[in-house]
């Protein structure tokens, strides 16, 4: 009987997994439901003794039982070029393993690291993690080994590990597709961590949006238990707030308070969950430490990438972009590499204006620039961020003033309202935004603000004057504001209005 793997992935579902497997098994073969190998474009992809279609839609799966369709026939898909070519660490098991599966998680080498770190001091598992160079993927690229010390050496009767799994940056899945795709590998992660730093239970932290991930990884931890006890995981849901995706937020939710920022120190390492030590890392940090926790993984490790970025990184490729999906590669690849000869550039077929990296308050880079490495100090030399790593294209159609605008509406919508800088700045800059537009094409729902803009302009104010007063805005919620929601916005903004100037009429 014919064995067809087709993915579960949330992804794959919305492409209609369900109806294409359902096709399978009318057709007598036997579906296994597998991981993402994260080729959305291609979803559903089928795999049959390794050779890949996609996408297939349940019209098709007749033809391919037949041994035909080979318009939509790739090959084998772990010579597929978009494959071959990664670096595959976090998602080494991406569309090899069934979730859920203990034996398949196992067979590929799960708990190993788990067995090989609880056979050693946590200072010294603390010490694997500083020699590899593993710094925090949720964007701040803090050194995870730094965090994991700090942690293990406060004094407190008892210690949390916090997975930060609320993941709301714009053109990232990274996290989604870790969890449901690969569970046991963020539990394994999680417990290393627990004995390193002392911790006796733990958290993952995610958003109500992920139903899918919150029942594979709320199964996972159940399955998992008599391998990682006496360590306790719990999943917390999230309402969705963007501004949970800060640590410190994050903590207060989970704690069953308001949503909103601490004020910095204490350090959550010192006085977080419940007043006590605590780690907040993110799913694809914590992921990456079973690697690093294996025979010779840190020193492999710390080879790859560039300067002091270490590792690799799953960048998610999304937006405008003929061939989405997670490409896992050593930091170091350039920017155009990423859009243009991974991504295969537009999906529209038009020239690409901008990319923006780091999520809805990343800074917009134009193709001049694509040569920018992917690693957090250039990135940070170009004015710009890696975050997550999520990238966003957008083709000659997008008018940059016009997403510079929604950075501060974004930011007035999701701000916790704990700073000022954050809570007025945004709805301040989103007024100074559509007076500096007048003349030009201002947003529908300012039009019936204009006369009022026309007022502003006729006391006095030039153009140049409104452009500088927006700088001093940009400088006051940057260096003002309690969190990197209002600190990060003037990133968008600055970006559009040095690169593309004209936008803004």
Known sequence: MTTVRIS???????????????????????????????????????????????????????????????????????????????????????GKTRPLSLEDFAASGGWSALTRARAMAPATVIGEVLASGLRGRGGAGFPAGIKWRTVAEAPASHKFVVCNADEGDSATFADRMLMEGDPFQLIEGMAICAHAVGAARGYVYMRSEYPHAIAKLKAAIA??????????????????????????????SIEGKRGEVRAKPPLPALEGLFGCPTVVNNVLTLAAVPHILSEGGAALYARLGVDRSKGTMPIQLAGNIRHGGLYETAFGISLGDLVNRIGGGTASGRPVKAVQVGGPLGAYVPPSQFDLPFDYEAFAGADALIGHGGICVFDDSADLAALARFAFEFCAAESCGKCTPCRIGSTRGVELIDRIRVGGKPQADAVERLPQMHNARKAGRSREEELALLDDLLEAMQFGSLCALGSFTPYPVRSALKHWPEDFA
């Open 8 to 94: 579960d992935d949330a992804l794959a579902l919305a492409c209609g997994a369900e109806a294409v497997a359902a096709a399978f098994a009318a057709a007598g073969c036997t579906v296994e439901r597998v991981s993402s190998w994260g080729m959305h474009w291609l979803e559903p992809l089928v795999e049959i003794n390794g050779v890949g279609w996609g996408p297939v839609s349940p019209a098709r799966v007749g033809e391919i039982v037949a041994g035909g369709a080979d318009d939509i026939c790739i090959g084998p898909i772990a010579a597929h070029p978009f494959i071959i070519g990664q670096q595959r660490l976090t998602f080494a098991r991406a």
């Open 223 to 252: 399955l998992a238990a008599e391998h990682i006890a006496p360590f306790e995981i719990e999943v917390r849901v999230g309402a969705g707030a963007y501004v949970c995706g800060e640590e410190t937020a994050l903590l207060n």
